[in-house]
C-alpha cells in the first residue's frame, strides 16, 4: 500500500509495535518465554524494522511542499546529529533510574551520574533533536507530519516516564535523587577515564557512520548544501 493510506498504516504499525509490546503484561509474558535478553533483541529489531517502513512510507506519499529548502537547513542536522550520538553513547547500558533503557538502576550513583547530570532523559532528548533537526530540513507534509510525530513522542515521553517513576519509587524519593544529582559538580568525574574515553570515540564513530549511511540506506547525502 501506498500514499497516504501506506503511510497513515505505516505510522499506526509504529505506535502499536512501540507500545503493546512493553505494556507490564504484555512484556511480562514475552520475557517468560524469550527472556530478558531476548525480549530486548526482538524488541529492538521490531522497533528498527516498524521505524524502516514509516520512513519509507513518508518518502512514499504523495509531496506536498510547505516551505522550500535553504542551505543553512543543512548544518542544523549536521550539529544536531553530533549531540545526539554524544547522548546515545554516553547514556546507552548505563545506570538511570530516572529514565527509561538504565542497567543495573540498583548501582546508579548520585555523586556520578554521567551525562545524567544535565540530562534527565537523554535517548528520549535525542530522539527529539533527530526529529526536530530533520522535520526543519524537510519541508514537505508527510516528513512534517512525520518528524512532528516523533519530537512530540520524545517530548511528551519524558513527562510519561517522570510521572511512571514518581509513581513507583515515590515523590519523595524521587526528589530527594534529583536534588542529589544536581548537588554535585556541574561537571562530574567520571568513574572511569577510559570508560568515558571510549564512549566518546563510539559517539564519534557513530556520527560518521551515520553520515556514510546516511546516502546509502535514505538516498540524500547529510551534506548537500
Given at each position: 500500500m501506498t500514499g497516504w493510506g501506506g503511510f497513515a498504516l505505516?505510522?499506526?504499525?509504529f505506535f502499536v509495535t512501540h507500545s503493546v509490546p512493553v505494556r507490564p503484561p504484555v512484556k511480562a509474558r514475552l520475557v517468560a518465554v524469550l527472556g530478558r535478553r531476548g525480549f530486548t533483541l526482538a524488541y529492538s529489531a521490531l522497533s528498527l524494522a516498524a521505524l524502516t517502513w514509516v520512513i519509507v512510507a513518508a518518502g512514499r506519499a504523495p509531496y506536498v511542499a510547505l516551505w522550500d529548502r535553504a542551505p543553512w537547513q543543512t548544518w542544523v542536522p549536521l550539529i544536531a546529529m553530533a549531540l545526539a550520538c554524544g547522548l546515545i553513547c554516553f547514556a546507552i547500558a548505563r545506570p538511570n533510574p530516572l529514565s527509561f533503557g538504565g542497567v543495573r538502576n540498583d548501582r546508579f550513583d548520585p555523586s556520578h551520574p554521567g551525562i545524567v547530570r544535565w540530562v534527565r532523559h537523554p535517548l528520549l532528548v535525542a530522539m527529539a533533536l533527530w526529529a526536530l533537526a530533520h522535520l526543519v530540513?524537510?519541508?514537505?507534509?508527510?516528513?512534517?507530519?512525520?518528524?512532528g510525530i516523533f519530537a512530540a513522542f520524545a517530548l511528551l515521553g519524558r513527562l510519561i516516564v517522570d510521572r511512571r517513576n514518581i509513581r513507583e519509587m515515590g515523590a519523595a524519593r524521587h526528589a530527594a535523587l534529583c536534588a542529589a544529582i544536581k548537588a554535585g559538580p556541574v561537571i562530574p568525574q567520571p568513574t572511569s577515564w577510559t570508560g568515558a574515553a571510549v564512549r566518546g570515540a563510539v559517539a564519534v564513530a557513530l556520527y560518521v557512520g551515520l553520515l556514510w549511511a546516511h546516502p546509502v540506506v535514505i538516498g540524500v547525502s547529510p551534506l548537500a548544501f
Open positions: 505505516a505510522v499506526a504499525v530540513v524537510n519541508g514537505d507534509l508527510a516528513h512534517v507530519i512525520l518528524f
